[in-house]
């Protein structure tokens, strides 16, 4: 007689098995280069962080390069120097984008991705339309990972697709975010690099 294999071993298998698989989705991670609207022209800014098993941002991190201060608020904005500050607005979380670059990273240019971040808002407190912009900041961050960068008075949406046609490493492809699935279940489709026209939330995490 052949002795079956205990209901513990099975368990524990199945118990290896998955956390296996969640290993090797942690090791994946992604920065994406977003516009939306908002304000005079539109806001460029970056969100990175790990990728799921469906392909989608995971406890992404924001960063994005926004005016203090009370000539923030004035049409004086669109000429003067003013105090800014590298952070998230709500706004980043919650409005439609119009263009997003996504670029896949190994675990070890995402941690070089972060420290970056992390210096740049410790050296850029001041901001200006012409001089320098949401969009010279995500062009310091794509610098700062061996990117080429668009000019950065170019609007938002049209800098990100610039960066997208100077950077792709494969053959250019445009993914529309409302073709990639149905439900919550749907899969981003994966390439090294990838423009879509509107972040692809995950309906069981509309906060991320």
């Known amino acids: 007689m052949i002795a079956r294999p205990r209901a513990s071993l099975v368990v524990a298998a199945l118990l290896l098995a998955g956390l296996a698989s969640a290993a090797a989705a942690s090791d ?23 990728i799921d098993g469906d392909g989608r941002l995971h406890r992404a991190r924001y960063a994005g390069f926004y005016p203090s201060g009370i000539l923030s608020q004035t049409p004086l904005l669109a000429v003067m120097v003013t105090p800014a500050s590298v952070g998230a607005e709500t706004w980043d979380r919650t409005k439609p984008t119009e263009m997003v670059y996504r670029r896949e990273l190994s ?50 949406k049209d800098f990100v697709q610039g960066l997208y046609v100077l950077n792709k490493r494969a053959r250019p492809r445009l993914v529309y975010a409302e073709a990639v699935g149905k439900g919550a279940g749907g899969r981003v489709q994966e390439a090294p690099d990838k423009l879509f026209l509107r972040t692809i939330r995950d309906p069981r995490r509309p906060d991320e």
Not at 29 to 48: D, I, K, M, N, P
Not at 138 to 145: G, R
């Open 28 to 50: 994946r991670y992604a920065v994406e280069f977003r516009a939306r609207s908002g304000g005079l022209l539109g806001h460029t800014y970056v969100a990175y962080g790990p």
């Open 107 to 156: 675990a070890r240019a995402y941690t070089h991705l972060d420290g970056e971040v992390r210096a740049l808002r410790q050296t850029r407190p001041f901001w200006h339309l012409l001089f320098y912009n949401c969009n010279s900041f995500a062009a310091d961050v794509a610098e700062s990972m061996g990117l080429r960068a668009p000019s950065t008075l170019e609007l938002p």
